[in-house]
C-alpha cells in the first residue's frame, strides 16, 4: 500500500475491541439495524478476514431477519482470499483487514463496471495483540525491537537477556521461543508488519508484507488456527486480533516511555490521529495508520478492517443488494449489535457518516 501521500487526520472515536468466527447464510445471530427494503431478494457472496468473521455473521442475520428474501454467504478465508476473490468477481464484497494496494488498485474488478474502481469502506477497528502461552508467565512486558528479535527469529529463548530485562519480575524458562504466525496472506500480517517497519527498523528490515516474511517457527491459517497452535503448544506466541485472543496471555507492549496494556480505547485513539491515503478514488476510505504514535494510552498495534466493494457494479441487482447491506453494517443498530456479539469497535459518529457518504456512491 502507497502511505507516501496523506490527508488530514480523521476524527475517529471508538470503543470495543473485536471477534473472531465464520459466518454463512443463514447462521443465527442478533438482529440489528432496520435495514428492510422493500422487494429486496437475491444472494450476496462476500469473501475474506477472519477477522470480521463474528461481525459478518451478526451483520448477515440481522440483514436477512429484516430481508427474509435476501441471503448473504460470508467465507472467512482471510484478507488476501477475500480481496482476489473479489477482484476476479468470485465475491460480490470482500472483507479485508488490508485495503486494496496500489497494484490491486490498477486490476480490472471482474463484477464491477466497465471502468469502475473500487472503494475500501472501513467498518471495524481492531487492536492486535502479542499472545502467548508460557506456564507460570502470567505478566509480560516487551519493547518493539524485542518483538521483532522474536519474531524474526533472532531472540529464540524465553530467557534472553532482551526479554529478561524488562521482566525481571518474571519466572521467565530457559526454554526456546515457539513462534506462531499467518500461513495465509493476511491483513493482520501486513499491520504487524507495518508496525515493526515503522518503530523497529534496524531489527525489522524486511518490508511490510500480507505474506510473514521470514522462515521461522510454526504457520497457520487464519484468526482461529494461529491461536489454536498457540494454545496448544509450548511455550509459543503470536500476533493476533485481541478477539481471538482467548485463553491467552497477552503482553504489554512498550509505546515512547510507557508500557501499555492492550485496550480498544487506546487503538481507537491511534486511528483517530491517522490520515486517509491520498491519491485514491474519491470515496475510497484507506487509512493510513500512524504507527509512531506515542500519546499516553495509545496502542498503535492496530488494524483497520475494510469492506470492499465496486463503485459501480455491472450488476444493478447486485449493487442494490451491496449498497443496501453496506448501509446496514454501518447502521448504529448493527455497530452496537456487532459490539456486543464480537467485541467489536463501534464506529464514531463522524466516520459512520464519512462511510455512509461513500456507500450512497455506489451504484
Known amino acids: 500500500m502507497n502511505h507516501k501521500r496523506y490527508s488530514a487526520p480523521l ?13 454463512a447464510a443463514n447462521e443465527s445471530g442478533t438482529p440489528a439495524g432496520d435495514s428492510t427494503t422493500a422487494g429486496l431478494s437475491g444472494t450476496l457472496n462476500g469473501i475474506g478476514s477472519s477477522a470480521q468473521g463474528t461481525a459478518q455473521t451478526v ?22 482470499a477475500g480481496r482476489t476473490s473479489f477482484i476476479s468477481g468470485a465475491a460480490d464484497f470482500a472483507g479485508s483487514d488490508a485495503a486494496l494496494s496500489d497494484e490491486e488498485l490498477a486490476k480490472t474488478f471482474a463484477g464491477c463496471a466497465a471502468d469502475s474502481g473500487a472503494l475500501d469502506l472501513p467498518v471495524y477497528i481492531s487492536p492486535i495483540a ?35 530485562a524488562q521482566n525481571p519480575d518474571a519466572a521467565l524458562p530457559d526454554a526456546r521461543i515457539t513462534v506462531v504466525h499467518r500461513s495465509d496472506d493476511s ?27 521470514y522462515k521461522v517457527g510454526d504457520a497457520a491459517k487464519g484468526t482461529s488456527g494461529v491461536a489454536d497452535a498457540t494454545r ?10 485481541e478477539s481471538g485472543a482467548s485463553g491467552l496471555s497477552i503482553a504489554q507492549v512498550k509505546v515512547g516511555d510507557e508500557y501499555v496494556t492492550l485496550s480498544p480505547e487506546g487503538a481507537a485513539a491511534v486511528v483517530a490521529a491517522s490520515p486517509l491515503v491520498e491519491g485514491r478514488e474519491a470515496n475510497d476510505l484507506a487509512v493510513a495508520i500512524d504507527r509512531t504514535n506515542t500519546e499516553k494510552g495509545a496502542w498503535p498495534l492496530v488494524l483497520v478492517s475494510y469492506l470492499i466493494t465496486c463503485a459501480d457494479y455491472e450488476d444493478a441487482a447486485k ?45
Not at 476524527?11 to 459466518?23: D, E, K, N
Not at 442475520?61 to 482471510?78: E, K, L, R, S
Not at 502479542?130 to 522474536?150: F, M, Q, R, S
Not at 493482520?188 to 505474506?211: G, I
Request: proline share 5%.
Open 130 to 164: 502479542i499472545a502467548y502461552n508460557v506456564d507460570g508467565v502470567d505478566e509480560l512486558k516487551l519493547d518493539a525491537p524485542t518483538i521483532a528479535g522474536i519474531f524474526k527469529g533472532t531472540i529464540t529463548t524465553w530467557n534472553d537477556p532482551a526479554i529478561t
Open 59 to 80: 451483520w448477515a442475520a440481522g440483514f436477512q431477519t429484516a430481508n427474509p428474501d435476501v441471503t448473504v454467504n460470508y467465507d472467512p478465508q482471510g484478507s488476501g
Open 319 to 363: 449493487a442494490e443488494l451491496v449498497k443496501a447491506y453496506a448501509g446496514h453494517i454501518v447502521s448504529d443498530e448493527s455497530q452496537a449489535a456487532a459490539a456486543k456479539e464480537a467485541g467489536s469497535a463501534p464506529l464514531a459518529a463522524d466516520l459512520a457518516n464519512t462511510v455512509r457518504t461513500a456507500i450512497d456512491s455506489i451504484k
Open 232 to 241: 496448544n503448544g509450548s511455550n509459543s506466541i503470536t500476533y493476533i486480533d
Open 187 to 213: 491483513g493482520t500480517t501486513q499491520n504487524f508488519t507495518e508496525y515493526l517497519s515503522a518503530t523497529a527498523p534496524a531489527v525489522w528490515d524486511a518490508a511490510p508484507s500480507q505474506t510473514y516474511p
Open 11 to 23: 476524527a475517529i472515536l471508538a470503543l470495543g475491541a473485536i471477534a473472531l468466527t465464520g459466518c
